[in-house]
């Protein structure tokens, strides 16, 4: 038996919005698309924190769930577009909502013609054997959350890649990759003023990055590659902030290919100094974010109807 995608956070699978939709249109009256989605959300009593969680692309989850709820139904004719962006039910949303009022999904659109011959890939595709696994994940997941899911697992397979690349590394090369992460952030200005300082002189710290022109105000950077599940404790953070003070710095990010100590992250919040710990996770998520050590592949683009094209 395949299992589903966790659904942790208690939102619904999009095809589950399609018969709350037609209810709350079955009174015949028009409705804006903004006024349609939270006239639904009402509908299955959906409250205010489950309507704040978003996407990676910042779009709320449960209203693009709906809305692909909305474009399906558009699709099967059940529901219709008099006016640009504002929804009304048909005689076929009528319908279904009598045949189906337990539940609608896919399976029962594909019962119209109209929803057929809007879906020629997809029934070409039904001629094969189906994968039960990219079934499922269609019955919960709307289309712009599939493609968020396939990205984050690329992510997760090209992130571990990286960390194993990064903790097989030479010592200097790591230290050198970390700076470039910060520069590639934003720190050191237009002029990228940072650099490597690691070597046996180093004083404890490993790079400095310079955010004015003249060094005033510097950031220094301890670079550690660590094994999985050789955890940073405090006593090194002590050590680091003992040598931030060495050289007269208050400011200073610990970077490890590893994760720290509870008593690590405690005493770096606690200690007047500034410092900013970045974990193995964390590391990667900023360096595949900021192109450091990837590159593109390729991209994508989603597109969506363009109403004001046919207003």
């Known amino acids: 038996m395949t299992t589903p995608p966790s659904q942790s956070d208690g939102i619904p699978p999009w095809q589950d919005f399609m018969i709350p939709v037609l209810k709350v249109l079955s009174d015949g009256n028009l409705r804006k698309r903004h006024e349609l989605i ?7 009593g959906m409250n205010d924190e489950r309507r704040g969680i978003l996407l990676n692309s910042g779009q709320p989850k449960i209203e693009n769930r709906v809305g692909w709820a ?3 139904l558009t699709t099967a004719g059940a529901i219709q577009r008099p006016v640009r962006a504002t929804f009304q039910i048909t005689d076929v949303g009528r319908e279904l909502l009598t045949r189906f009022p337990e539940g609608l999904n896919r399976r029962d659109l594909e019962t119209l013609e109209a929803y057929r011959n809007h879906q020629p890939n997809r029934r070409a595709a039904e001629t ?8 499922v994940t269609e019955a919960v997941l709307s289309p712009s959350e599939q493609i968020e899911d396939g990205i984050n697992r690329i992510k997760t397979e090209v992130g571990a890649e990286l960390i194993h690349r990064l903790r097989e590394s030479d010592p200097g090369f790591f230290e050198q990759a970390v700076v ?3 520069l590639k952030m934003g720190y050191g200005g237009a002029e990228q003023r940072g650099r490597r300082i690691g070597g046996s002189g180093d004083g404890g710290v490993d790079g400095v990055i310079d955010q004015d022109a003249l060094g005033l105000d510097r950031i220094y950077v301890q670079a550690k590659r660590y094994a999985d599940g050789n955890t940073v404790g405090r006593e090194t953070i ?3 902030v003992g040598a931030l003070h060495g050289v007269g710095a208050s400011r200073g990010v610990f970077i490890t290919t590893s994760t720290f100590t509870s008593g690590a992250r405690q005493y770096a919040e606690n200690v007047p100094s500034r410092i900013i710990l970045i ?3 964390r590391l990667v998520s900023l360096m595949i974010k900021y192109r450091v ?8 683009d989603v597109v969506e109807l363009d109403e004001d094209f046919f207003e």
Request: hydrophobic letters at 40%; a negative charge.
């Open 279 to 281: 974990d193995s996770a």
């Open 70 to 72: 909305m474009s399906d």
């Open 293 to 300: 050590g990837v590159q593109v592949k390729q991209s994508y």
């Open 128 to 135: 094969t054997t189906p994968d039960q696994a990219l079934e």
């Open 180 to 182: 470039d992460l910060l």
């Open 238 to 240: 002590q050590a680091f």
């Open 38 to 44: 939270n006239a639904v959300l009402d509908e299955v």
